[in-house]
């Protein structure tokens, strides 16, 4: 089983900033790609930024300058550092990762998902 545990939600006024973390645990043999995704009341989930084990980004345009997106490889933890909030950036935030297991199996993981509220 592996597991992702979201923190780092909450309310913040416009302007505000917030950082979510998430940790993975379980029976995991490698990490590819960790990401956030995001999903607005009456929206599709989107994806809000992505990092791979060596580093690479990958930013939604809506966020580009404003959210930035690292990683920690040997606890196997990504952040998202959100600045420069938006009310339209309210969301329920879903960690992701995509990883491979002790047999060698394809691995996709969804966190439970942690609310922000960004108010005008």
């Known amino acids: 089983q592996v597991q992702l545990v979201e923190s780092g939600g909450g309310l913040v006024q416009a302007g505000g900033s917030l950082r979510l973390s998430c940790a993975a645990s379980?029976?995991?043999?490698?990490?590819?790609?960790m990401g956030w995704y995001r999903q607005a009341p009456g929206k599709q989930r989107e994806l809000v930024a992505a990092i791979t084990t060596g580093g690479s980004t990958n930013y939604a345009d809506s966020v580009k300058g404003r959210f930035t997106i690292s990683r920690d490889n040997a606890k196997n933890t990504v952040y998202l550092q959100m600045n420069s909030l938006k009310p339209e950036d309210t969301a329920v935030y879903y960690c992701n990762t995509k990883a491979v297991g002790f047999k060698f199996e394809p691995l996709e993981v969804w966190g439970q998902g942690t609310l922000v509220t960004v108010s005008s």
């Open positions: 379980g029976s995991i043999f490698k990490i590819n790609a």
